[in-house]
């Protein structure tokens, strides 16, 4: 049992997803982030940047919180934030899904929108613009903030090596890289053999499904000398896999964990031949149902990339 929303963060389950490939000894199992409070991983990051400020002196009580975001951690931090008293502003695209900025809504933050064809690097300029023009604005800044990758060296990366303590390969979506250098240090440090890899859109698909290091701007909390490989996905594989997990696996997740999931399915089969048993952890990162109005769980859905084109999907 657990005293309010914010102390049920994390702890989520690892799901067996080994059986798209038959007769393989490289088992994939998907970390299932959509279980936490507002649905993704950003919960973590989001509990991590506001309980770092309040030890810092950084946030005071009745203060607020401006951060620039597609959706999901703006998402936590409003949950958050609502519970602790801090009024939260949230700059986000204009072309993010409907249910987000119905759900930041319904947890009480300001949303205040940046053009929409420009994507998250706008968010943040405007976001920076903001708080130049209001320095009584407390701004995590996510990107650039080391308690982002904190949140997942402590926890997330503790609770794979707790489930599964012969993995082998560690998949996450190149997005803050937050999570990617917070569970890869985890586990360099639990063994220096294991894997880290990122996936990353392909450059030239429109679909901002993560980040595309091609995009120009590399978050300061990301080195990319810590990974282990990136693998470039294309918007369709992302789409085809998202579905395809929630027919065959029952398993309801967002775009982002599609392109994830290819990717360990393109490591499966690459090393299906292999005499040893590889393990890989796949994270799913945030739940399908804030992408519904997408349509793209319909059974009848037919990919066209210029449906897609200009849409924040991370």
Sequence with gaps: ?????????????????????????????????????????KDRAARSLIVDAEKKGLLKSGGTILEP????????????????????????????PPERVQLLE???????????????????ALAKEIAEDNPNFYMPYQYGNEANPKAHYLTTGPEIIRDLPNVNIFVAGLGTGGTLMGVGRCLKEYNPEIKIVATAPHPDDKIQALRAIEDGYIPPILDLDKLDARILIEAEEAFYW?????????????VSSGATFATAIKLQEKLKNSESQCNIV????????KYLSTGIYSENYTFKQSEIEGKTWW
């Design 242 to 254: 998202t579905r395809k997990l929630l027919t065959d696996a029952g398993v309801f997740v967002g």
């Design 282 to 289: 796949v994270m799913l990162a945030d739940g399908g149902w």
């Design 1 to 41: 049992m657990v005293d309010n929303s914010i102390q049920s963060i994390g702890n989520t389950p690892l799901i067996d997803l080994s059986n798209f490939i038959k007769e393989s000894n490289v088992k994939i199992y998907g970390k299932l982030e959509s279980v936490n409070p507002t649905g993704s991983v």
């Design 106 to 124: 319904a947890f009480g933050a300001e949303v205040i929108f940046s053009a929409h064809d420009k994507g998250t690097n706008e968010s943040i």
């Design 69 to 96: 975001t597609s959706g999901n951690t703006g998402l936590g931090i409003a949950m958050i934030g609502r519970q602790k008293g801090y009024q939260v502003k949230v700059v986000m695209p204009e072309s993010v």
